[in-house]
């Protein structure tokens, strides 16, 4: 192989690792198999088939604080944005990574709803996985949900 066969090569792997890298899902989690994957390939975005989503984002641990902290600001901010809070379950997931979820019931219509916000601080970063439905549908699913966010991973 000559030399510039050799770079050209090269740098079509350096293409291929690049493309990969940024279409890679930013987080692992075995969702419960009611849960389907939908949107783009490189989103964290389920739902099931009566409505039920699940998402994970990315805010900044601004100003840099500890999953206490946060757990406690965001029952206080959600509190007094008219969400019900019913359950704070903190846990570590299968790689002893520190979580807490919230749970809260709103009216949504004429609906009651559940809404429950699962924190994971991660330095200098806070992942939310965020997950909502109609009371009913969100009950059926709840326990699997549960189970599912103790596999829950970066994939930094």
């Not at 809260?104 to 997950?131: K, R």
């Amino acid at each position: 192989m000559h030399g510039t066969q050799r770079q050209i090569l090269l740098f079509g792997f350096f293409i291929c690792a690049v493309f990969a890298a940024g279409c890679a899902v930013p987080y692992s989690m075995k969702a419960p198999e009611q849960f389907k994957r939908f949107d783009t390939k490189n989103s964290f975005k389920y739902i099931t088939a009566d409505g039920v989503m699940l998402k994970a984002r990315e805010v900044d641990n601004y100003p840099k604080a500890s999953l206490s902290f946060w757990k406690d600001a965001t029952k206080e901010h959600l509190e007094k944005s008219g969400y019900l809070h019913s359950e704070t379950h903190c846990f570590k997931t299968d790689k002893g990574l520190d979580g807490c979820s919230l749970t809260f019931a709103l009216p949504h219509g004429a609906e009651d709803w559940i809404f429950q916000e699962t924190i994971f601080v991660l330095d200098e970063i806070i992942v939310l996985v965020e997950a909502t439905g109609e009371f009913n549908k969100f009950k059926a699913v709840e326990a699997d949900l549960k189970s599912a966010l103790k596999t829950f991973s970066p994939n930094l």
